[in-house]
């Protein structure tokens, strides 16, 4: 692909002792950092991110009978996307998609983009996508009329789990594999690895990898009522203070291609 920028960094491949896979393109949108150079420093930072539920958010209302302390803590992003400044997408259908697919067709455009890539540039290329979902809700939409009711075309596409890759692949115009995989906690590492595999086999002549969660307040709220949120919203692995864990929410892509074996270092 022509214009394409530099190597950011390479993937290993332990079976073979090289590094065959190049990063040439990320983004990502976590909580409080909404760039690689922002999550870099607040790596560094050692900057605290965890939170309560933010205000924009409704939480879902418990059935009579029903307690539970709602005190949610996590990871929360305060936008959840939805710009597409890229797509041509209509406002209903937008308005139909869940914050999964729309967060990831804007962090996963940027990641081509910092690859010195656009639309064009990677039209009809045989280009992979696979991304890691985690849990979501379906309730898109407010409210029964109106624009609700004129996105009702769009809801299954919508709400679908396994649209997130597809609607990049549609967009982009691109025609490789396009693999959306839920294996809970490691989802995103599991697309890496498959994308690294199909790049491997020239299945594909670059790939798009990534990962989105958005939390859904109705499986927290669930999560709590069974004792596995944490009351303080910190996890503590192997640790005796440990009482659950914290949920956290954002997207991340990084775009790979093959390297060239002559210049394998």
């Not at 998609?97 to 910092?114: C, F, K, N």
């Not at 379906?138 to 996105?151: H, I, K, R, V």
Request: glycine share 12%.
């Amino acid at each position: 692909m022509a214009g394409a920028a530099p190597p950011l960094c390479s993937v290993y491949d332990k079976s073979t002792g090289s590094h065959p896979t190049a990063v040439t393109g990320w983004s990502c949108r976590l909580a409080g950092m909404s760039s690689p150079d922002e999550l870099w420093s607040g790596l560094m930072a050692g900057t605290d991110f965890v939170g309560m539920v933010p205000s924009s958010r409704s939480i879902p209302q418990l059935p009579d009978g029903v307690t539970a302390d709602l005190t949610l803590h996590g990871s929360f992003l305060q936008e959840l996307g939805g710009g597409m400044p890229a797509f041509e997408i209509s406002e209903a259908e937008a308005s139909a998609m869940s914050p999964q697919q729309r967060l990831m067709l804007d962090v996963g455009y940027e990641a081509i983009t910092s690859a010195g890539h656009n639309k064009d540039s990677v039209r009809d290329q045989q280009a992979g996508v696979f991304i890691g979902v985690g849990i979501h809700g379906s309730g898109n939409l407010e409210g029964g009329t109106g624009l609700a009711l004129a996105a009702e075309p769009f809801l299954a596409s919508g709400a679908s789990a396994a649209i997130v890759a597809n609607r990049l692949s549609f967009c982009l115009k691109i025609s490789g594999a396009s693999l959306s995989l839920d294996t809970a906690c490691s989802s995103a590492l599991v697309a890496l690895d498959v994308g690294c595999h199909y790049l491997r086999s020239q299945l594909c002549t670059a790939a798009l990898c990534g990962g989105v969660q958005v939390v859904d307040l109705l499986a927290s709220i669930v999560m709590n009522l069974a004792h596995e949120l944490s009351t303080l919203g910190r996890c503590a692995t192997f640790d005796e203070a440990a009482d659950g864990f914290a949920r956290g929410e954002g997207c991340g892509a990084v775009w790979l291609t093959a390297k060239d074996p002559q210049n394998e270092k």
